[in-house]
């Protein structure tokens, strides 16, 4: 009975979702309108279980991850009904009270800001949650009902270090000009990327020069903006390192115009995504780190599940990162 009541719930309470999520157009790039993106669309999986997937935002690499949790649940017999809040923080609570209040069995959340995960969890009430990707305090997360999956932020920018001290071992005076590209300045992703990049290459013997340093919120757009103003500064730099794939390409864009290249001086990206590892094909983007989406989404779903069925499921569900360069791409092109 309860199965076939949250079916009549979903079906009644989708015209709730599409026309109550509203709020600013989308800068995802996905096509998509402030209504189609904040829709909630139920699919994938022909069992009787429901997953809420509550998403902050969307860009090309989050949109990855909605297939991927898809694709997932799909396999363990379940469907989802997803939520965009479109960067509005109020939004996704709202949203994640919603599919509380549907009966979903559990819920998956990229949050878009962590300092909500609490006022999340509340607006969840007795609905297992996973959140993805983005880690909240450990301090919010609890056994039995509240779960992280995803990646370290703080390996992705060790291993663009290591790869920066392989790259310049033979440069013969230790300091290096960086120009630093940051996310949303607060995202764990923008401080542990950033700060484990500089460690990474001081620990390599390396005095680091910063000699650019700004936000540019994983945003194409900005960084190209960012790194046009910087280059008519006339000032040396040795390499650009970018918390993302997107401020890595905005930041080859802006080079181009200057007819510099990435030969000359090393462009760095995170994520490994599509555009990403075709502008590495390209002889273009020096190396990303993939973050594997379809192995985090894999690894949300089982945690849900196994808080579901009481069984035990780690606080914190780590997926490893990898490499990508002109040497491997292949292996990550699809």
Same mark, same amino acid.
């Given at each position: 009975?309860?199965?076939?009541?949250?079916?009549?719930?979903?079906?009644?309470?989708?015209?709730?979702?599409?026309?109550?999520?509203?709020?600013?157009?989308?800068?995802?790039?996905?096509?998509?309108?402030?209504?189609?993106?904040?829709?909630?669309?139920?699919?994938?999986?022909?069992?009787?279980?429901?997953?809420?997937?509550?998403?902050?935002?969307?860009?090309?690499?989050?949109?990855?991850?909605?297939?991927? &949790?898809?694709?997932?649940?799909?396999?363990?017999?379940?469907?989802?009904?997803?939520?965009?809040?479109?960067?509005?923080?109020?939004?996704?609570?709202?949203?994640?009270?919603?599919?509380?209040?549907?009966?979903?069995?559990?819920?998956?959340?990229?949050?878009?800001?962590?300092?909500?995960?609490?006022?999340?969890? #509340?607006?969840? /009430?007795?609905?297992?949650?996973?959140?993805?990707?983005?880690?909240?305090?450990?301090?919010?997360?609890?056994? /039995?009902?509240?779960?992280?999956?995803?990646?370290?932020? &703080?390996?992705?920018?060790?291993?663009?270090?290591?790869?920066?001290?392989?790259?310049?071992?033979?440069?013969?005076?230790?300091?290096?000009? @960086?120009?630093?590209?940051?996310?949303?300045?607060?995202?764990?992703?923008?401080?542990?990327?950033?700060?484990?990049?500089?460690?990474?290459?001081?620990?390599? /013997?390396?005095?680091?020069?910063? @000699?650019?340093?700004? #936000?540019?919120?994983?945003?194409?757009?900005?960084?190209?903006?960012?790194?046009?103003?910087?280059?008519?500064?006339?000032?040396?730099?040795?390499?650009?390192?970018?918390?993302?794939?997107?401020?890595?390409?905005?930041?080859?864009?802006?080079?181009?115009?200057? /007819?510099?290249?990435?030969?000359?001086?090393?462009?760095?990206?995170?994520?490994?995504?599509?555009?990403?590892?075709?502008?590495?094909?390209?002889?273009?983007?020096?190396?990303? @780190?993939?973050?594997?989406?379809?192995?985090?989404?894999?690894?949300?779903?089982?945690?849900?599940?196994?808080?579901?069925?009481?069984? #035990?499921?780690?606080?914190?569900?780590?997926?490893?990162?990898?490499? &990508?360069?002109?040497?491997?791409?292949?292996?990550? @092109?699809?």
């Amino acid at each position: 009975m309860r199965k076939l009541f949250v079916g009549l719930l979903v079906a009644m309470m989708c015209i709730v979702l599409v026309t109550g999520c509203g709020g600013a157009s989308s800068s995802s790039g996905d096509g998509s309108s402030a209504n189609d993106s904040s829709a909630s669309d139920s699919d994938s999986g022909s069992g009787e279980g429901t997953i809420g997937l509550s998403m902050g935002e969307r860009d090309e690499w989050l949109s990855t991850l909605e297939n991927g &949790v898809k694709d997932a649940a799909k396999e363990a017999g379940y469907k989802v009904q997803v939520t965009d809040a479109q960067k509005d923080m109020q939004t996704q609570i709202d949203q994640v009270k919603t599919l509380a209040d549907l009966g979903v069995d559990f819920i998956i959340c990229l949050a878009q800001q962590l300092d909500t995960a609490e006022s999340i969890r #509340t607006a969840a /009430g007795d609905v297992p949650i996973v959140f993805v990707t983005r880690q909240p305090d450990e301090k919010f997360l609890e056994e /039995g009902k509240a779960v992280f999956a995803g990646s370290n932020p &703080v390996e992705a920018g060790t291993i663009q270090a290591e790869w920066d001290a392989a790259y310049f071992k033979d440069k013969s005076e230790k300091t290096l000009d @960086v120009v630093m590209l940051e996310g949303n300045l607060g995202d764990p992703n923008q401080i542990y990327r950033t700060a484990s990049a500089y460690e990474g290459l001081e620990a390599a /013997g390396f005095t680091v020069n910063k @000699v650019f340093e700004d #936000t540019a919120d994983f945003d194409r757009a900005k960084a190209l903006d960012k790194i046009q103003t910087f280059l008519g500064t006339g000032k040396h730099f040795d390499l650009i390192i970018s918390n993302n794939d997107e401020m890595a390409l905005g930041a080859i864009e802006a080079m181009k115009a200057l /007819g510099l290249t990435t030969k000359e001086y090393p462009v760095l990206g995170i994520d490994g995504s599509a555009n990403a590892c075709a502008s590495i094909q390209a002889g273009e983007l020096s190396m990303s @780190v993939f973050q594997n989406g379809p192995g985090q989404c894999a690894a949300a779903v089982d945690a849900g599940i196994a808080l579901v069925n009481g069984d #035990t499921a780690d606080l914190i569900n780590l997926v490893p990162w990898e490499l &990508v360069t002109p040497e491997n791409v292949e292996d990550f @092109v699809k």
